[in-house]
Nanobody, 119 residues
Framework: QLQASGGGLVQAGASLRLSCAAS????????MGWYSQVPGKQRESVAR???????VYADSMKARFTISRDNAKNTVYLQMNSLKPEDTAVYSC???????????????WGQGAQVTVSS
């Protein structure tokens, strides 16, 4: 299970930090990351981070967003700075999890956090 938190309504230029914690019978977590979705549009990748800390960002967000993770807490974060109205979206987290007693990875999704940026 993934539980996301940290969304909200902010003014342009503000910052927000999203968190997403994985729980359950976890053996290990491979990639974790965030997607954004606006009504009527396809879900877009925002950023992802490997278990070793390697990161990949969408070009439009690379300069303002920072993804990080705490492996001890099975938690991924998205620090969003200098927010713009066009960043308004539902941000969903995902994690590729290997559960205890298994050898395969399974992708899990969080419930999404609404981020609204007013001008």
């Amino acid at each position: 299970q993934l539980q996301a938190s940290g969304g909200g309504l902010v003014q342009a230029g503000a910052s927000l930090r999203l968190s997403c914690a994985a729980s359950g019978s976890i053996f290990s977590i491979n990639n974790m990351g965030w997607y954004s979705q606006v009504p009527g549009k396809q879900r877009e990748s925002v950023a992802r981070i490997s278990s070793g800390g390697s990161t990949v960002y969408a070009d439009s967000m690379k300069a303002r967003f920072t993804i990080s993770r705490d492996n001890a807490k099975n938690t991924v974060y998205l620090q969003m700075n200098s927010l713009k109205p066009e960043d308004t979206a539902v941000y969903s987290c995902f994690a590729q999890v290997r559960s205890l007693g298994t050898t395969s990875l399974q992708s899990y999704w969080g419930q999404g956090a609404q981020v609204t940026v007013s001008s």
